[in-house]
């Protein structure tokens, strides 16, 4: 590929844009795909407002057996997605035509108008979760991806919800595919400390409270000393690491653009798929880019981006957000050679 073919930004379909980009060229895809019946992006070929979920299914398996295509043989995928309940026939999803009159709430001034959910699937009644998460993982791994890992965005601060007969809905899942049971993924790049200081919090008084074996004493001044797991743990040494865990408690948050938008993923969540799919100069394809985060996260860590969505407002946001992430970078790059 020539030097211009990345950091590259395409408006269109993503399935038609993946088609003239060359085989086994990028290292690692991540992407949010748009979910099913919730939101109507404005945008003849959207994906997102199918009749039933299987034919959205249908669609995104075409989308990313083309991600499969460009993707090298060591390469890996991951999803993020959420879930969806059974309602009634009376929204958007059946109506797509429609549905760009909708627009209320807290979607006012975004692009991406809310869509009137109107999910049905098989036997789901109305206020069944549909599990839309897992009927894509499957799906994907029939049609030959590796299905590697489900990983749990845990929310701390998720959409309130106005429900009293379930729990607040504070997760979404990430899913981590591979093209080939053997694949490019960077485990010590993404090494998390052993504990959390939570847990190490000593508990009780002063005396012999234990954590993972050691113990926790008083020296002669009245300073805590601590042997075993603690002695390291409370130590100035460097801390323990281990191999990250597949909860990830991430804040939702709006990007630091100005340019609010609804179903943006934050950068700090995608941060461990960019260092662990993709090596430093590597590239990496987002097919579903809306304010082009993924974009963002690769030139944060040294990586190429291909970005691909159908919203020409979202593309607009992301060449904004791209040029200014990428003139942050050389005033970094310029600052550390000018302190040479
Ligand atoms: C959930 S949003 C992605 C948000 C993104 N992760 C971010 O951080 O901003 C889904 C995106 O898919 C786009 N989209 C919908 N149908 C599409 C299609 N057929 N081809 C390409 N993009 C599409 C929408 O315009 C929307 O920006």
């Known amino acids: 590929m020539s030097g211009n073919t ?43 407002l199918e009749k039933t979920p299987e ?26 997605i959420a879930d ?28 991406g108008q809310k869509a009137v959910t109107a999910v049905t699937y098989g036997e789901c009644k109305e206020k069944d979760l549909v599990g839309i998460p897992w009927l894509l993982a499957f799906a994907l791994r029939a049609a030959g ?25 504070s997760h979404e899942y990430i899913f981590m595919f591979s093209k080939s049971p053997k694949y490019y993924y960077d485990a010590e790049a ?37 042997t075993g797991f603690n002695a390291r743990y409370f130590s100035k ?38 260092l662990a799919g993709c090596p430093e100069g590597g590239v990496v394809l987002d097919p579903f880019s809306g304010s082009g985060t993924t974009g963002a996260a690769a030139v944060k860590y040294n990586r190429k981006y291909i970005l691909i969505d159908i919203s020409a407002p979202y593309i607009e946001i992301a060449k904004r957000r791209l040029a200014e992430a990428e003139r942050q970078l050389t005033v970094f790059n310029y600052g550390e050679a000018a302190n040479e």
């Open 6 to 48: 990345y950091n590259k930004i395409i408006c269109g379909d993503a399935l038609a844009a993946l088609k003239t980009l060359p085989p086994e060229s990028v290292n690692t895809a991540i992407t949010s795909p748009p979910y099913y019946g919730l939101r109507d992006y404005g945008a003849a070929g959207q994906i997102g």
């Open 55 to 80: 034919q959205y299914i249908s669609r995104l398996v075409g989308v990313f057996n083309e991600v499969k295509r460009v993707l090298r043989a060591d390469g890996t995928l991951w999803v993020n």
């Open 84 to 111: 969806c309940y059974a309602g009634s026939r009376k929204g958007a999803a059946l109506y797509p035509e429609n549905a760009k009159k909708y627009k209320q709430g807290t979607n006012r001034g975004l692009i």
């Open 145 to 169: 991806w590796y299905l590697r890992q489900s990983i749990i965005w845990a929310k701390p601060n998720p959409m309130p919800e106005s429900v009293k007969d379930r729990c607040t809905r």
């Open 190 to 226: 993404i090494k998390e400390q052993a504990l959390t200081t939570d847990a190490a919090q000593p508990r009780g008084s002063l005396g012999t409270s234990t954590l993972n074996g050691g113990r926790r004493k008083q020296d002669g001044a009245g300073n805590p000393t601590y």
């Open 237 to 274: 040494e460097p801390p323990l690491m281990r191999n990250k865990r597949d909860v990830w408690t991430v804040a939702p948050h709006p990007d630091r653009t100005g340019d609010a938008h609804f179903a943006t993923f934050p950068v700090e969540l995608i941060t461990p798929c960019v």
